[in-house]
C-alpha cells in the first residue's frame, strides 16, 4: 500500500532555515501536501504542490518535489519560534489521502 | 479559516461508558472523516463519508461506530470505552470533488479512559 515517510524530529536556531523532508512510495501521487499542527489543535494544510510541478513557493515556504526520487521536501526561510509545530506530509492517489508521521520542529530561540 | 467543530475538546471517563464525541462542519462539505492520532503523532483514518447516509470503515480497524444522517454532522460512539481506546481524535472534512483534495480538521477530541 501507500507510504509516506518523514524523519520524527528537527531543531533549528531562530533565523535559520528549516528543511523538512518526506519521501513516499505511491507514484499515481496527484497532490502532495504539507500540513502543520500546533499543540492542542487540528491539522491546517499550509501548502501544496500538484505533481506535474517542481517547485512552489509561498513567501518564507519553498516546496521542492522530485517526482523521479518520490522526494517532497519543505524549506522554511527565517525560522521563527511561532515555526515550532509537528509537519505532516501528505499524498492524495484516486481521492485518498495518506499521512506522514509528522516530524517535529523545535526552534530554539 | 475551516468552520469545524469537535466537542468534547477533552474527556476522561471511567471503562465501560458510552461515549459519543461531536463533529459539525458549516462548510456544506459532503466527505467528512475520523482520524485517531497516536501518542507518537500518526494519524490513522478510521471512519469516512461521502454524504448523508453514507459511512465506510478506514485503514485502521476501531470499534467506535459512526452515523451520517445530517451533512453537517458526523457523531462517533465508543459503546464501551476501554483504557485502549484513549487517544486522540480528528475529524475532518472536504469537498466532494474538490481540485486539490485539502482536508479541513477540527481542533480534536482527547480522550482518555481510565
Known amino acids: 500500500g501507500e507510504d509516506v515517510e518523514q524523519s520524527l524530529f528537527l531543531s533549528v536556531r531562530e533565523g535559520d532555515s528549516s528543511v523538512i523532508n518526506c519521501t513516499y512510495t505511491d507514484s499515481s501521487s496527484t497532490y502532495l501536501y504539507w500540513y502543520k499542527q500546533e499543540p492542542g489543535a487540528g491539522l491546517q494544510l499550509l501548502t501544496y504542490?500538484?505533481?506535474?510541478?517542481d517547485m512552489k513557493q509561498d513567501q518564507r515556504l519553498t516546496v521542492l518535489l522530485n517526482k523521479k526520487d518520490k522526494h517532497l521536501s519543505l524549506r522554511i526561510a527565517d525560522t521563527q519560534t511561532g515555526d515550532s509545530a509537528i509537519y505532516f506530509c501528505?499524498?492524495?492517489?484516486?481521492?485518498?489521502?495518506?499521512f506522514g508521521i509528522g516530524t517535529k520542529l523545535q526552534v530554539i530561540p | 479559516e475551516a468552520d469545524i467543530y469537535q466537542t468534547p475538546r477533552y474527556l476522561v471517563i471511567g471503562t465501560g461508558k458510552k461515549i459519543t464525541l461531536e463533529c459539525s462542519q458549516t462548510?456544506?462539505?459532503?466527505?467528512m472523516y475520523w482520524y485517531q492520532q497516536d501518542p507518537g503523532m500518526e494519524l490513522h483514518l478510521i471512519h469516512y463519508?461521502?454524504?448523508?447516509?453514507?459511512?465506510e470503515k478506514g485503514d485502521l480497524s476501531s470499534e467506535s461506530t459512526v452515523s451520517r444522517i445530517r451533512t453537517e454532522h458526523f457523531p462517533l460512539t465508543l459503546e464501551s470505552a476501554r483504557p485502549s481506546h484513549t487517544s486522540q481524535y480528528l475529524c475532518?472534512?472536504?469537498?466532494?470533488?474538490?481540485?486539490?483534495?485539502?482536508?479541513?480538521f477540527g481542533e480534536g477530541s482527547r480522550l482518555t479512559v481510565l
Open positions: 462548510m456544506g462539505h459532503d466527505k
Open positions: 504542490i500538484f505533481s506535474n510541478m
Open positions: 501528505a499524498e492524495m492517489s484516486y481521492q485518498k489521502v495518506t
Open positions: 463519508s461521502y454524504g448523508v447516509n453514507s459511512t
Open positions: 475532518a472534512s472536504s469537498e466532494l470533488n474538490s481540485p486539490t483534495g485539502e482536508l479541513f
